[in-house]
């Protein structure tokens, strides 16, 4: 089945900087790649998602790139604030809308 | 649009006891619901696969007769906790799917089980 790999487990950033979270994903057949944020106690929460006929998807400060080839996916943050701090979750699908998700990256904004 | 509720969001219960855990989707009809389970510190686990009329797909290493999952209506699913036990806390989440074409899965708010 399909195994879904994130690095780093845990991400410190100065308020500002740029922070990059990356996912590699086992199971060619993956076409839908969710990113989710999670604060403690709360529901995941979608901030941006691709399919595999893009390779690259931007929102506001938040971008997807993923390389297929490589089977393997990233999300990056630009102008952090400390509200970005939470965890956060890759996730990939192959159809059936069943996901598998990371093992999470615990992302600390300093102020 | 797009809300998933779960009822109770907390609930404690002695060993032994069973629990229902109940997710609705509010504005939307969802055919598929998920169910997943999140112990501290770790990522979110697919129990199983919950199908409206008809019976849960469950994941390796999940005991279907320990976690009921009943999928009476288009609107809501159960999740029932049998003969609990303190290894069985945990944070479970409910997440439903609008359509038959849609990828994007809404999550519940959660529900934290504690067996004593």
């Known amino acids: 089945g399909e195994n879904v790999e994130q690095h780093p487990s845990t991400l410190s950033v100065q308020e500002g900087d740029s922070a990059v979270i990356k996912c590699t994903y086992s199971?060619?057949?993956?076409?839908?790649f969710p990113w989710y944020k999670q604060e403690l106690g709360k529901r995941p929460q979608l901030i941006i998602d691709i399919r595999s006929n893009v390779g690259e998807k931007k929102d506001q400060r938040i971008a997807v790139t993923l390389n297929k080839t490589a089977k393997h996916f990233s999300l990056h943050i630009t102008e952090t604030q400390p509200e970005d701090s939470a965890v956060y979750f890759c996730a990939a699908s192959k159809g059936g809308n069943k996901l598998v998700f990371g093992a999470g990256t615990i992302l600390r904004v300093k102020s | 649009g797009a809300v998933v509720s779960q009822h109770p969001s907390r609930v404690i219960c002695k060993s032994g006891t069973s629990v229902k855990i109940e997710c609705r989707s509010l504005d939307f009809q969802a055919t598929t619901m998920f169910w997943y389970r999140q112990f501290p510190k770790q990522s979110l686990m697919l129990m199983a696969t919950?199908?409206?009329?008809?019976?849960?797909?469950?994941e390796q290493g999940v005991e279907k007769d320990k976690f009921l999952i009943n999928h009476a209506s288009l609107t809501l699913s159960t999740l029932t906790v049998t003969s609990a036990h303190p290894e069985d806390s945990s944070f479970y989440i409910c997440s439903a799917v609008p359509g038959s074409t849609s990828n994007e899965q809404f999550f519940g708010p959660g529900t934290r089980l504690t067996v004593l």
């Open positions: 919950s199908n409206e009329g008809s019976k849960a797909t469950y």
């Open positions: 199971d060619s057949a993956s076409n839908y």
